[in-house]
């Protein structure tokens, strides 16, 4: 499902802010590569990104699904001087394609790279998250987020990427779509849970705003 019509999705990226060479380069080098390169996050949420991270000013960032690293590039460029981004991936195979781009970017000795299940790894992480993005396995979507809570405070703000998925949240849903039940649930569960304000903003597929109270 398109939210918007080609034409306007064009217009909004054309008048909103360039994208950097760099992630032009990773855009072309992913499309080339990587299985399913329509799953990089792009220039205009890209950007969406970046300018929220900028507001935020965070210390600490927490992402979960690196996949080629362009979102990471893009919360990145928010980072206080002496901040980290700590991103989970758990297909070892893009470690060298987010790594090069990592530190072309001048963000090499900001970001920390982590491989394999994020459940087990965010536990064992012993710092407190300014911002979290969430963008991996969408049946494990409340799981993440209950993880995630345990290492954030007051004022940190929580992304939780493709909340949308393409309007199928809408849709009549056959029990076999797994994905899709998850994310129905998951958005439920947000716009009802007291220890966070909720919006649902109808970028790209759907990115939710989550701030912990």
Same mark, same amino acid.
């Not at 362009?70 to 001087?81: I, P, R, V």
């Given at each position: 499902?398109?939210?918007?019509?080609?034409?306007?999705?064009?217009?909004?990226?054309?008048? /909103?802010?360039?994208?950097?060479?760099?992630?032009?380069?990773?855009?072309?080098?992913?499309?080339?590569?990587?299985?399913?390169?329509?799953? %990089?996050?792009?220039?205009?949420?890209?950007?969406?990104?970046?300018?929220?991270?900028?507001?935020?000013?965070?210390?600490?960032?927490?992402?979960?699904?690196?996949?080629?690293? #362009? /979102?990471?590039?893009?919360?990145?460029?928010?980072?206080?001087? &002496?901040?980290?981004?700590?991103?989970?991936?758990?297909? =070892?195979?893009?470690?060298?394609?987010?790594?090069? #781009?990592?530190?072309?970017?001048?963000?090499?000795?900001?970001?920390?790279?982590?491989?394999?299940?994020?459940?087990?790894?965010?536990?064992?992480?012993?710092?407190?998250?300014?911002?979290?993005?969430?963008?991996?396995?969408?049946? &494990? #979507?409340?799981?993440?987020?209950?993880?995630?809570?345990?290492?954030?405070?007051?004022?940190?703000? %929580?992304?939780?990427?493709? $909340?949308?998925? /393409?309007?199928?949240?809408?849709?009549?849903?056959? =029990?076999?779509?797994?994905?899709?039940?998850?994310?129905? =649930?998951?958005?439920?569960?947000?716009?009802? &849970?007291?220890?966070?304000?909720? $919006?649902?903003?109808?970028?790209?597929?759907?990115?939710?705003?989550?701030? $912990?109270?």
């Amino acid at each position: 499902m398109h939210f918007l019509s080609p034409v306007l999705e064009k217009y909004i990226s054309d008048h /909103s802010q360039a994208e950097p060479g760099l992630l032009t380069e990773l855009t072309r080098e992913t499309h080339l590569k990587v299985v399913q390169p329509r799953m %990089i996050t792009g220039h205009y949420q890209g950007r969406v990104l970046s300018l929220l991270s900028k507001i935020i000013r965070p210390k600490y960032i927490l992402e979960i699904g690196t996949y080629t690293g #362009y /979102s990471a590039l893009c919360l990145a460029e928010g980072l206080q001087s &002496d901040g980290k981004l700590h991103t989970i991936e758990v297909n =070892e195979e893009l470690h060298r394609i987010q790594r090069t #781009y990592f530190d072309r970017s001048g963000f090499g000795t900001q970001i920390v790279q982590h491989t394999g299940d994020a459940l087990h790894i965010v536990p064992q992480l012993e710092l407190c998250f300014d911002l979290v993005f969430i963008d991996a396995h969408k049946v &494990d #979507y409340d799981a993440y987020f209950e993880a995630v809570m345990q290492k954030t405070k007051s004022g940190s703000i %929580i992304l939780s990427d493709n $909340v949308l998925w /393409s309007g199928k949240v809408v849709e009549q849903v056959p =029990e076999s779509d797994k994905a899709t039940m998850a994310l129905i =649930e998951f958005n439920k569960k947000l716009s009802n &849970d007291s220890r966070v304000e909720t $919006v649902i903003l109808p970028i790209r597929d759907g990115l939710t705003l989550s701030r $912990v109270k």
